[in-house]
Each structure stands twice: as C-alpha cells, then as structure tokens.
C-alpha cells in the first residue's frame, strides 16, 4: 500500500471482528462504567441491529467502532505537523492513487 500524501507510516493495527475501536484507552478498562465492549453480547446485539456506532456513540462516550467489512491488518499512518501528531489515517482500502506518494514496507 502507499503513503498518503504528508503521512508517515506510524504502524498497524489489525481485527478479528471486521469492526476497529477508537477509544480513550481509560474507558476501556474492566472496571469502567463506560467500557462499551465489558458485555460482549450486548455490543454485538447493538451492532446486529443496525444502531452500532450511532448506538455506541451517544451509549459510550469516547468510544468510536468503525466497521471494516472485513478482518485483518490495516496500516496505521500520521501527518506530523511541529513535532505534534495532528492526524491520523487507518486505511482500510486504498483510495485512488493521486492522494500517495510513495510505496510504504
């Protein structure tokens, strides 16, 4: 796969579920009160019935699942801007070819 344009390859991250979570890691832990995958079948419940991520989202604050369509591994890249991250793409397809600029390993 390719470099976004201005990104730099910062890593990767992968699923087994089809589904990638954006969370404040806080909100994930055993004991929170908002950790939106502690009942693993009501989240997938919520999930199958088409409220997902608009369920989760107003459910669980600071919580964002976005579904990939598929499992795997995706790559993971950052714009820098004054030392800072200020950006950051998961690239779950390939988008057209004028937004890369080189080839990343």
Do not use: Q
Not at 71 to 97: C, K, N, Q, T
């Amino acid at each position: 796969m390719k470099t976004p344009k201005g990104f730099k390859l910062i890593g990767h991250t992968g699923t087994d579920t089809g589904l990638l979570a954006i969370s404040d890691p806080c909100r994930s832990t055993d004991d929170s009160p908002h950790n939106p995958f502690a009942d693993w079948d009501a989240f997938c419940e919520a999930i199958n019935k088409g409220r997902g991520t608009k369920a989760l989202a107003k459910e669980h604050k600071g919580t964002v699942v976005v579904g990939t369509g598929s499992d795997g591994g995706f790559p993971v890249y950052a714009r820098i801007v004054a030392g800072s991250v200020a950006e950051v793409r998961i690239m779950i397809e390939e988008l057209s070819f004028e937004l890369y600029e080189e080839e990343s390993e």
